[in-house]
């Protein structure tokens, strides 16, 4: 197995290995692996979890757990010598048939019981794979404020224990703070790009790199889109609406703002264009001259995600109900065959207690032929959930899948959701406003196999 990576994974079966209590002292000075196994989603019947363990000058170590059930989850390894060591784990039916296997090297702390997450994932006519997240001292459900089953049907969202995950301080041009992340996966490394916000509200967009998905880079000591030159139609603030990559070409759809009044910030004549712009690395861009999509004002449509299928391009979007500061925002879609002259159309109001009188920023994945979205209320307080066929029509959930309470940024304000599905793994990065008026991205994810 090749893929194995020190994060969450999410797939039919999920064995989550907790640990003992962070006060356990061994005299020793040797380490231990306490692995406790939750029960949701385990296979029906008797199993079979075998770890082989090879370590520094000690002789290898066989464990097993001859009946892997919802009756039996729990599994100790103790007094193991610190250092490098190499863990492969197999898990079999009682025929012989190997389930799921993976491997990883693992460092014993004497002192310490490590925790061993295991997130497994079925694979077609394959051996399924194992992926491991290891923590050391603490249980995952201390660092994460617990499982939160916010909704039955949406699974658990849990949030990055280390949030935010970028922050103004990563970026070099010392901005107000940043938000509205827009995220790939290319080539075996993520890619962000994301709003870098100034004073007087003047943006420019910058562009990030991570391996895990968690620890991201900024690349360069500038931004990758500006600004145009005065006079033109985004001459005053830009801020990116969605990337997207075809033929080996990225498409960055963005805000582009004319400041129409030099007294009044936002001034309600003010519009917001939708523009384009090309690059083939993701760093360099050239714009389009013109606009693809003109806004009126308030209510300007700002497109926050975009999927294709069937060689059509859905750009979700917000918009505003009249030229006013009022916040009644509604979701629509524009429906395209070129990515360039848009159909509009209206799809989603407020309807629950919850959303208040907005719902706004959509964020929309393709996942197995069904649209899936992720959106936000009036408050700021809580991400929604809905589903579609045909990617105009949706099924929204009764109650939000994640509240502000879940984050480990306590009484923020969430925004500017960006929903992907990563190696078997939904994740949901989004912004925030904390307490203290900083604007930071962080991460939450789910390892359910597949959202309903």
């Known amino acids: 197995m090749n893929r194995f990576f020190i994060v969450f994974l999410s797939f039919s079966l999920v064995l989550i290995l907790t640990g003992c209590s962070q006060n356990k002292i061994h005299t020793n000075k040797l380490g231990d692996i306490f692995l406790s196994v939750k029960k949701q989603n385990l296979p029906t019947g008797r199993n079979i979890l075998t770890i082989k363990l090879s370590g520094p000058g000690s002789e290898p170590v066989t464990v097993t757990l001859n009946n892997l059930s919802n009756k039996n989850t729990d599994l100790t390894i103790p007094s193991l010598q610190p250092g490098k060591w190499q863990c492969g784990i197999t898990i079999q039916d009682t025929s012989g048939n190997i389930l799921f296997a993976g491997e990883k090297e693992l460092s014993i702390i004497g002192n310490i019981s490590l925790k061993m997450y295991l997130y497994l994932y079925t694979e077609i006519n394959k051996t399924g794979t194992i992926y491991f997240y290891i923590t050391y001292g603490n249980d995952i459900t201390e660092e994460n404020n617990s499982f939160n089953n916010i909704n039955d049907s949406s699974g658990y969202w849990i949030d990055y224990a280390k949030n935010p995950i970028l922050t103004r301080e990563s970026n070099p041009s010392n901005p107000f703070g940043l938000r509205g992340s827009k995220i790939i996966f290319d080539n075996g490394i993520y890619k962000m790009w994301y709003f870098c916000v100034y004073s007087q509200g003047v943006g420019s967009i910058w562009y990030a790199e991570s391996k895990d998905g968690i620890s991201w880079k900024t690349i360069g000591s500038s931004s990758v ?211 203290s008026g900083d604007m930071e991205i962080c991460l939450a994810r789910n390892f359910q196999k597949n959202l309903e």
């Open 225 to 435: 889109l500006s600004k145009g030159e005065p006079g033109t139609w985004d001459d005053y603030s830009i801020s990116v609406s969605a990337v997207i990559k075809e033929n080996n070409l990225y498409k960055m759809y963005y805000l582009g703002y004319h400041k129409g009044n030099n007294l009044v910030y936002m001034y309600v004549n003010d519009v917001w264009h939708t523009g384009l712009a090309t690059s083939t690395d993701g760093i360099h861009w050239t714009k389009n001259i013109n606009p693809i999509i003109y806004g009126t004002g308030y209510v300007n449509m700002n497109i926050t995600d975009i999927v294709k299928k069937d060689n059509i391009y859905y750009a979700y979007f917000g918009y505003s109900l009249t030229q006013s500061t009022d916040n009644n925002t509604r979701i629509g879609v524009a429906t395209s065959t070129d990515g360039i002259n848009w159909d509009l159309h209206k799809i989603m109001s407020p309807t629950f207690k919850w959303e208040g009188s907005s719902v706004t920023s959509p964020t929309v994945i393709l996942d197995e032929g069904v649209f899936k979205m992720v959106y936000v209320n009036s408050e700021g307080n809580s991400f929604g959930y809905a589903t579609s066929v045909d990617g105009i029509n949706f099924k929204r959930n009764e109650k939000p899948i994640f509240i502000s309470n879940n984050s480990t940024r306590n009484n923020c304000n969430l925004m500017s959701p960006n929903f992907r599905k990563i190696n078997y793994i939904y994740w949901l990065y989004y912004g925030i406003t904390s307490i």
